[in-house]
């Protein structure tokens, strides 16, 4: 009797454990997928993919390791450049037409000031920084025609 009432809870709790079944609904597979090739494929909208970019991956890592210097002034600029390359690339990210003409504007206005802050420092400061500006308008610039030559 002891073996009978055993086996039967076993069993039991054997058959009523939940078990998940696959699911072959072919809207919750690729809907994601879809939504954002149907984007893609929109005449107002493009479709860069920042995480697989190198230009915009460059940037991020200049970003990052932008120097500082003795000149408040410029650090103050070259903090509003950076916050202006990050909204840019989240911008990109998001296909945000607007958004990225608007970061273009300030990017552009940002850069000239700090053009004109240069004269300021020693030989070497500049040519840091130089280096530094352009490959962000090299990485920006390769952006842009990407996106250009999609439309």
């Keep these: 009797m002891k073996q009978l009432f055993f086996y ?27 939504s954002k090739k149907a984007e893609a494929e929109s005449d107002n909208s493009f479709s860069i993919n920042i995480e697989q970019n190198i230009n915009a991956a460059e ?58 802050l240069r004269k300021y420092l020693n030989k070497d400061d500049d040519a840091v920084l130089n280096r530094y500006l352009v490959r962000l308008k090299t990485n920006v610039t390769f952006i842009e025609d990407t996106i250009n030559s999609k439309k």
Aim: aromatic share 8%; charged share 20%; hydrophobic share 35%.
């Design 59 to 116: 940037i991020t890592n200049l970003i990052s390791s932008f120097p500082k210097f003795k000149n408040t002034a410029l650090n103050e600029e070259v903090n509003s450049l950076k916050y202006t390359l990050q909204n840019y690339l989240y911008a990109l990210d998001a296909g945000n037409i607007s958004g990225k003409d608007k970061t273009l504007k300030n990017l552009e206005i940002s850069y000239k000031k700090i053009q004109k």
């Design 8 to 34: 039967g809870l076993l069993i039991l709790s054997i058959s009523s454990c939940a078990t998940e079944k696959p699911n072959v609904s072919p809207l919750s597979s690729n809907l994601y997928a879809e």
